[in-house]
């Protein structure tokens, strides 16, 4: 089974880049940039790596991305996730941003953009990865502060392919970013929304309704809404699931508790994805590997994720039918 998930052809829908920071190039770049993080070693940072729910993670993430300044700081940050998804067969892979987090220390949108960018186009002719960029807004912050963050990234239009909406969500309904995502839509932005990671299955439905988002991220708590899991399963709306990060903060209690087997039954187009695997102790393979460990997933199952993975994916029809085709063949090859 190891071998089968290490090796079946995968799409990662669902990556902060910012939670790809491994503590070893966070102390490098923190040097580098002259900046003292408030922990004396990686060991001791590590330390810290215990969550008893999203804001305590929150908290060190947004202080850990404090250390990038420069363009090749973030290059430097993509490249490292880009070479490990090499490693794991993702030979697709949609990255989140969280400009505000970076823009709200002086670092110029352009910057951060730049760096992301410019690796991922050498991820592409280097590694043979191809991707997207998906701008998130960070929902604890006012809407008119998005609102600045969507006009800062209309000239890079070409190369943000949809705007998503991270950081806490409890107190942070959907209906707080709706004009703001009319303007992306409007402007000709895919949509996305972290939705049901801690937040009541309300918020799923008004990602839908409201934002006109094309996936939910995480999503788990649609299972407590039967209805929800029909409309889900009815609109084929993908669910970008993230097992680790799930257990990590406490979404669930034990792997065993994650739906995601349920959501495979119910046909329910469902994802796995790795979210922060810097900081939840695993990429996109060791999060497979462990919802198949607790599930009980078969081969099939982790086949059907990975053509899940396309066909959820913000890439052409054509090249989705090529990849979920390859799916088939690994399967049949190897089942
Ligand atoms: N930002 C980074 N990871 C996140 C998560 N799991 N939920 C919300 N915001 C995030
Ligand atoms: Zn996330």
Redesign the pocket.
Known sequence: MKNFINNIPKAELHL?I??SFEPELMFKIAQRNGIKLKYNSVEDLKKEYSFNN?QE??DI?YEGAGVLINEQDFYDLTWAYLEKAHEQNIVHTEIFF?PQTHTERGIEFSTVINGIHKALEAGKTKLGISSKIIMCFLRHLDESEAIKTLEQALPYKDIIVAVGL??S?VGHPPNKFERVFEKAIRKGFLTVA?AG?EGPTEYIWNSMKLLKVARID?GIRAIEDDELMKQLATTQMPLTV?PL?NLK?KAVKKMEDLPLKVFLEKDILATVNS??PAFFGGYINENFQAAADALALTKEDIAKLAENSFRASFLDSETKRARVNEVKEYYEKNK
Do not use: A, I, K, N
Request: hydrophobic share 20%.
């Open positions: 902060h910012e939670g999203l993670f929150l993430y969280d991270d950081s969500e972290h990671e995480h993230c990060s903060l979210d922060d």
